[in-house]
């Protein structure tokens, strides 16, 4: 008798983007230079020694870490907010470290306990896990830009993404003003997806949080805030929730309940990089160079480049459908993400990250030009 086989999720998910790329990618490497990697936003510079340091420090800790976090890490990422980015009224009480911010975007719907068939916005261009985590809510998803497109249903959570992924647009003070208002005054949950915030390069870029979009008030509204991109600590899994305390707390018991523990030594790690700033603004510096380096080497090419104003990507197109310039990369050795990985308003352009080493980023150039 054949053995009982179980559908882990009770909804169709979509194909996983990357998997398929796999034919442009085994021509990307077949390439005589090799394989110049621009389609994932992974960091490649080394992590910080004093990143490093407080991990090994933190390392002797053999008991279970607070679902919470350390009251240090807490202040230490209230702080950084403060210091970084002018969001203040932030307490300990307003801080959930989480085991990196993809596991926290894929679980928030069903965290908050979006209910089955209730309605999720998210961007019209959108990273995919927002789709993905209302899905495994059992959620409906609703792509639109604003408000005025949501129609007359009240959705459950509205997300934003500004910096966006992919596309580097930045939404001005009086949109997200507009979008908070509009929320509070139906109940609706904002989550500002906020991991490229530190990334800012042609326009100023502002959290959901700031007094200029919120008063002061964080009501109704959740900050998701990574270490990934800006400490280079995308293997450490680190970041954190930041916002309407009330939330916070649904949010920690739930993930008390599921054991969701970000491990102590990584918490250690925070700590020291959400209070220094030293090396967060040499990776910065790091990649403005490059970016400067593909954006000369795209136009040159005859590409334009849309938005882009902030986070580690162009937004590029050359007039066609993103597969073929997809191709067309891949057959000078360098794979890109297509815009069709992120809805369908991306389908003629392409994503190129600048998270490769100075050596990639200029082979990738010289064979642009």
């Given at each position: 008798?054949?053995?009982?086989?179980?559908?882990?999720v009770s909804v169709t998910l979509p194909e996983f983007p990357w998997d398929t790329l796999a034919e442009a990618t085994a021509t990307a490497r077949a390439h005589p230079g090799g394989i110049v990697d621009l389609s994932v936003g992974t960091p490649v510079d080394p992590v910080d020694p004093v990143i490093q340091a407080a991990l090994a420090e933190a390392a002797e800790f053999p008991g279970y870490p607070a679902t919470a976090g350390t009251p240090a890490l807490r202040e230490a990422a209230a702080g950084a907010l403060s210091r970084r980015f002018g969001v203040g009224g932030l307490d300990e009480s307003s801080i959930l470290p989480v085991i990196g911010t993809k596991e926290a975007i894929a679980g928030l719907p069903g965290q908050l306990g979006v209910p089955a068939g209730g309605l999720v916005v998210i961007p019209e261009i959108a990273y995919p896990t927002y789709e993905v985590g209302a899905l495994l809510a059992g959620a409906r998803?609703?792509?639109?830009?604003?408000?005025?497109?949501?129609?007359?249903?009240?959705?459950?959570?509205?997300?934003?993404?500004?910096?966006?992924?992919?596309?580097?647009?930045?939404?001005?003070?009086?949109?997200?003003?507009?979008v908070v208002a509009w929320a509070r005054e139906r109940g609706v949950v904002v989550i500002s997806d906020e991991c490229y915030l530190g990334l800012a390069w042609d326009q100023p870029a502002v959290s959901v949080l700031d007094p200029a979009v919120c008063d002061g008030d964080h009501t109704g509204l959740i900050a998701v805030?990574?270490?990934?991109?800006?400490?280079?600590?995308?293997?450490?899994?680190?970041?954190?929730?930041?916002?309407?305390?009330?939330?916070?707390?649904?949010?920690?018991?739930?993930?008390?309940?599921?054991?969701?523990?970000?491990?102590?030594?990584?918490?250690?790690?925070?700590i020291a990089a959400l209070n220094d700033d030293v090396h967060v603004d040499a990776q910065r510096e790091r990649y403005g160079r490059r970016r400067e380096v593909l954006r000369a080497a795209l136009e040159s090419a005859g590409f334009t480049i849309d938005h882009s104003e902030a986070g580690l990507y162009l937004w590029a197109t050359r007039g066609e459908d993103s597969r073929a310039t997809l191709d067309w990369l891949a057959d000078r050795g360098i794979l890109v993400a297509p815009g069709d990985f992120y809805g369908p308003r991306g389908t003629e352009h392409i994503r190129m990250a600048f998270t490769a080493t100075d050596e990639r980023v200029e082979a990738a150039a010289a064979r642009l030009t």
């Open positions: 008798m054949p053995a009982a086989r179980l559908n882990p998803v609703l792509r639109a830009d604003s408000t005025i497109a949501v129609g007359p249903e009240t959705p459950v959570v509205l997300y934003l993404n500004s910096p966006s992924n992919p596309t580097g647009k930045v939404l001005p003070v009086d949109h997200l003003r507009k805030h990574s270490l990934s991109k800006v400490s280079n600590l995308a293997s450490y899994r680190a970041g954190f929730l930041a916002g309407d305390r009330a939330l916070i707390t649904e949010l920690l018991t739930v993930r008390k309940h599921a054991g969701l523990m970000v491990p102590f030594p990584v918490q250690g790690a925070m």
